[in-house]
């Protein structure tokens, strides 16, 4: 008769255990579903869109790498065009970090001032890249520098790093660290004059 009991009792636990795991399930996945409703929901409603990063301008004064002590002297100034296309999300620029970049070498930062974008509206950044510093180039870089001095247009990279919010009515929502990325081909302006090319707008892309 106890063993009997033992296994009754043991049945309870069992089915008792199994019906807090079939309640957690059901819980997690009304939570899901909820979720997945909302964002759905908050997609229909605002319908948000890509925001767009082109550089427009791009102004070359001086370019100059020496060998002799691995310096770079620089004067780079550029105009980014940014175009939140939303009807309905603002956009807070919480941080704005710009690194310019040669070879895959870094060779400047600058750190435009935060500010709101408001809906469907372009704001613009003019970064400014001026000054000197260390960048050790190996002899393959330096070759590929000395070509591209001889054609005048120089290719540079320019990348962003972002801290973002976003606003939807009274919400803010955030922080989001989007990341971009522009393949710059810069021609040189030396004493007042430029290379036969002209800089070209360039449409800048997502660096995941």
Not at 45 to 61: C, G, Q, Y
Not at 71 to 97: F, K
Not at 185 to 202: D, H
Request: with cysteine; proline share 4%; charged share 15%.
């Amino acid at each position: 008769m106890a063993k009997g009991g033992c296994g009754c009792c043991s049945c309870l636990c069992g089915c008792l255990f199994s019906c807090i795991l079939s309640l957690i399930f059901q819980i997690l996945f009304t939570l899901l579903v909820i979720v997945a409703l909302v964002g759905f929901v908050f997609w229909l409603i605002f319908r948000p869109n890509e925001v767009k990063f082109h550089v427009t301008d791009a102004s070359l004064t001086q370019f100059n790498f020496s060998t002799s002590d691995n310096t770079l002297h620089y004067n780079l100034a550029l105009n980014i065009s940014v175009r939140n296309p939303n009807r309905r999300i603002g956009i807070y620029y919480d941080s704005i970090e710009a690194n310019a970049y040669y070879q895959g070498q870094r060779f400047d930062t600058e750190t435009p001032a935060p500010f709101f974008q408001g809906h469907k509206n372009t704001s613009v950044l003019s970064p400014v890249f001026k000054g000197q510093q260390l960048v050790p180039l190996g002899t393959s870089e330096v070759s590929n520098f000395d070509s591209d001095k001889a054609d005048g247009i120089f290719a540079i990279t320019l990348r962003l790093n972002l801290r973002i919010r976003f606003k939807v009515g009274w919400f803010k929502v955030g922080h989001f660290k989007p990341k971009i990325k522009c393949d710059l081909n810069v021609p040189l302006k030396s004493n007042g004059t430029s290379s036969p090319a002209t800089f070209q707008s360039t449409k800048c892309s997502f660096d995941f």
